[in-house]
């Protein structure tokens, strides 16, 4: 089977990406519309695909009957204790979203060396990685989250509906809103640098997600930003399953 006839699907809390195991880190289809994204496949004519899945929603279990109707083969990939050289630090490893599990796996290949990986999306998640062991990690609202948990439940806190695109000092409430809510963004990565930095001589970070905002606002030695990683994580598990075909 060729790697192109192979799909890696990512589908995460607000958006549904895909590549193939040809070139995983390029996206060939991005889209926030489930029903966009069963149109899109009813054209594709792959032999198989690798899905992850933060959903089990009619939407996913729809994905998956149709793929199984058109005789596509489906591997759907879950959060493991131990694969691929790196071990998990939960207890229930069922609790961990799959998205996480496959990040850390494909930094996992970029270096030797202890790592946070911080993906910035509808929350904001860090995991930290040393010789092969996840240590743990955080689950952080992302700003727009943050931005509804404050204005929905404190008095006299409002915003507007624009993302602040820099930190700045707020001179109005929906600004200090804004602003606070990036600031605090930024602040997952210098706590993560802070942890590191007290555990390790050398380490890196790596950034990754959708809010684009912040992730150009983080600068610093040893932080690097990589897309995908989601879809290249994924991507080692296809790997590992063609080769165990031969």
């Not at 605090?184 to 959708?210: D, P």
């Amino acid at each position: 089977m060729k790697q192109s006839e192979i799909l890696l699907i990512d589908a995460g809390n607000s958006r549904i990406k895909v590549s193939s195991l040809a070139n995983p880190a390029t996206i060939i289809f991005n889209t926030a519309s489930n029903s966009a994204f069963h149109e899109w496949l009813q054209h594709q004519t792959c032999r198989a695909v690798w899905l992850a899945s933060v959903r089990r929603d009619a939407a996913f279990h729809d994905v998956i009957t149709h793929l199984n109707e058109k005789q596509i083969t489906v591997h759907t990939i879950e959060t493991e204790s131990n694969a691929l050289g790196l071990k998990n630090a939960y207890e229930d490893v069922s609790t961990m979203g799959v998205d996480r599990w496959l990040a850390m796996l494909a930094v996992a290949e970029k270096t030797d060396l202890p790592f946070a990986v911080l993906m910035f999306g509808t929350a904001i998640t860090c995991d930290i990685v040393n010789e092969g062991k996840h240590v743990g990690g955080w689950i952080i609202p992302g700003r727009q989250l943050m931005q509804d948990a404050l204005t929905q439940n404190t008095a006299r806190v409002f915003a507007d509906n624009r993302m602040v695109e820099q930190l700045a000092l707020g001179q109005s409430t929906p600004e200090c809103v804004g602003y606070g809510c990036f600031a605090a963004a930024l602040g997952a990565v210098e706590m993560a640098k802070m942890v590191l930095r007290r555990k390790f001589q050398q380490y890196c970070i790596f950034l990754t997600g959708g809010d684009d905002k912040v992730l150009t606002s983080v600068k610093g030695s040893g932080i690097l930003r990589a897309e995908n990683l989601v879809l290249q994580g994924l991507a080692r598990y296809a790997q590992q399953g063609e080769l165990s075909k031969k």
